[in-house]
């Protein structure tokens, strides 16, 4: 396969190379021409496709760096207020002619001559959203917007003050590493009194993203929001009952490793208690594992790893340094969170993260880079359409990186020791992760069930859930007031509701793959590249065949994934 990473913007042919997005007014013009086109042949057809697909990309690029350049510094009110225009002044607009434009396309009579097997998916999705279109909520989704990323502001305010110095929330986490169980212990009810404090802000929020979410699934038809997204997300292939399933398998087959991977921390740390501040940290004497220090160094050490692994995976990120598409460390007035976004027009994504040393921001570094190459690989597809692909592949393309990069961590560390640490870590991740996928995932099914809850009643709900999902050996006594909040920091609930059982159906597909790989690397990677670069042309189960995986996620395929990963991690 002859793939490369140097990506080329779209040409324009439709609009002007000069055009930006100002207003409305100077962009109607070219959404009104389009859907008043005569479309006379499959040859107009095609060519209107192309112009609408262009239109599309220069529009939604415009929007990504609104958002990127307002999670870089939510301290600018300007950069607040132009993403904030184009929600309330650009955004509703453009749905009431995406919808006329989506009636045109099904309504034309060459449609039908369109390749089904190429165009299957697309269609699929939009005779959804026509489904799913009402007038009533564009002013509704107008606001959920700019509401959404009020979290971002009000997490990217909250510091802590360690030693005398001030970090961000994600700053102080590295703390949890260090040998100083009282520093731990410190460090901890800092970050936790300080979300403390923002906890009527964040649930009065959430509250009303609830509210308005629930009027837009009333308004379209449905019982509540949770029927809606499942519809909107394009989640054909799967039901509620599975994710159900999902969380009871991860009680049965994850639970189990998960109080292992405890009771030998436990016992490592020579603790006979082990608190949730003890779970990252290592036995006294033994430091940190130091993997960079640097936003830079990260970038240059993540190169050097993927060209091991495939040369083309390090292009990609030399050719987004080279157009500056990287903010990678933390600091005070950025949004938190770590993301790939990509850039529909221009084709190189840009990603955001806050690193602060520690071995997880490798991980974080390596998962956003799996989703650049997803970007890269799927930018030459005809339309913009087309790279629309489902969620639970593209969190394969991420995860998978993590555990294809492990064989090649040398870049980040001297000794080999250090190494051994590194990839227990990771692997003992793999696993832990289940739990909070599951929790986040059932709270969110329930909280849209109820959605006239009280505070009281969701504070209850989730401790609930959260403690059928705790790990038995750690001590959690006197924490409830901490624990009661802690669904507060999920990012997701507020931006994204019901982006989350991916990361888990996602994981089970990179462990697949890694399987794959540990058997024919070579065969694996390809795999791997074949199926990124369908985009979003195929359904789900067809892209995960293209990967050699089966699409699949009931508690036996979940039981005979976590026996391996915990096979290896008794190797490491």
């Known amino acids: 396969m002859n793939i490369s990473a140097d990506i080329k913007k779209i040409k324009r042919n439709f609009l002007p190379e000069n055009f930006t997005v100002t207003t409305w007014e100077a962009l109607e013009p070219y959404f009104k021409t389009i859907l008043e086109r005569e479309i006379n042949s499959i040859i107009d057809l095609e060519n209107w496709l192309k112009d609408m697909s262009e239109l599309e990309a220069i529009v939604s690029e415009d929007a990504c760096w609104r958002q990127i350049k307002m999670t870089c510094d939510t301290t600018d009110k300007t950069l607040e207020e132009s993403f904030t225009f184009f929600c309330m002044e650009i955004q509703p607009k453009l749905q009431t002619y995406a919808d006329a434009l989506n009636k045109k396309l099904v309504n034309c009579v060459y449609t039908k001559e369109l390749n089904q097997e190429k165009f299957y998916t697309y269609l699929r999705s939009v005779q959804k959203s026509i489904e799913l279109f009402r007038e009533e ?8 917007s700019v509401m959404q990323q009020q979290f971002g502001v009000i997490s990217g305010s909250m510091t802590v003050e360690v ?16 040998p100083d169980r009282n520093l731990r212990e410190e460090v901890y009810r800092k970050i936790n009194e300080r979300r403390l404090q923002d906890k009527e802000k964040l649930n009065n929020l959430y509250t009303q993203l609830i509210e308005k979410r629930h009027q837009i699934a009333v308004n379209a038809g449905f019982a509540n929001y949770r029927d809606y997204k499942f519809e909107e997300l394009g989640r054909f292939d799967y039901t509620k009952e599975d994710c159900f399933n999902f969380h009871e398998a991860v009680k049965l087959y994850v639970m189990p490793l998960v109080n292992k991977i405890n009771k030998n ?7 006979d208690v082990l608190k949730p501040w003890d779970t990252e940290a290592e036995p006294e004497g033994l ?22 692994l495939h040369p083309f995976f390090a292009d990609c990120l030399r050719k987004m340094n080279e157009l500056n598409h990287f903010d990678l460390e933390s600091r005070k007035g950025k949004a938190p969170g770590g993301y790939n976004c990509p850039l529909a027009e221009s084709g190189a994504p840009f990603i955001f993260m806050n690193a602060a040393g520690q071995m997880s921001d490798v991980t974080t570094m390596v998962h956003e880079g799996g989703h650049a190459i997803h970007s890269f690989l799927s930018h030459d597809l005809e339309l ?15 995860m998978s990186m993590e555990l294809f990069s492990m064989n090649y961590w040398n870049s980040f560390f001297d000794n080999a020791e250090d190494l051994k640490r590194a990839k227990e870590n990771q692997l003992e991740r793999v696993i832990t992760i289940f739990p909070w996928i599951a929790v986040i995932d059932k709270f969110q099914h329930w909280v849209y069930e109820n959605s006239t809850h009280t505070l009281e009643e969701r504070e209850n709900k989730w401790l609930e859930i959260l403690n059928e999902f705790s790990s038995e050996v750690i001590d959690f006594t006197d924490l409830e007031q901490y624990r009661s909040i802690a669904w507060q920091k999920q990012l997701h609930l507020f931006e994204v509701p019901f982006y989350y059982i991916e990361y888990g159906i996602a994981q089970l597909g990179a462990i697949g793959l890694w399987m794959q790989f540990k ?54």
């Open 137 to 144: 909520n564009i002013a509704i989704q107008a606001e959920l």
């Open 163 to 178: 030693n005398n110095k001030e970090y961000t929330l994600q700053q102080a986490a590295k703390f949890f590493e260090n």
């Open 265 to 271: 921390k436990k016992i490592k740390l020579q603790l």
């Open 287 to 308: 430091q940190p594992i130091k993997p960079f220090t640097t936003g830079k160094e990260l970038y240059e050490k993540t190169v050097q790893c993927f060209e091991s």
């Open 384 to 398: 913009s359409a087309f790279k629309n692909y489902p969620m639970e592949i593209a969190e394969v393309a991420s």
């Open 519 to 572: 058997q024919n690397a070579q065969q694996a990677l390809n795999n791997y590249i074949n199926a990124l670069s369908l985009g979003g042309t195929k359904t789900l189960p067809e892209l995960y065949k293209a990967a050699g995986l089966k699409f699949d996620f009931s508690p036996a395929h979940i039981k005979t994934l976590m026996e391996f990963v915990n096979d290896e991690l008794e190797k490491v």
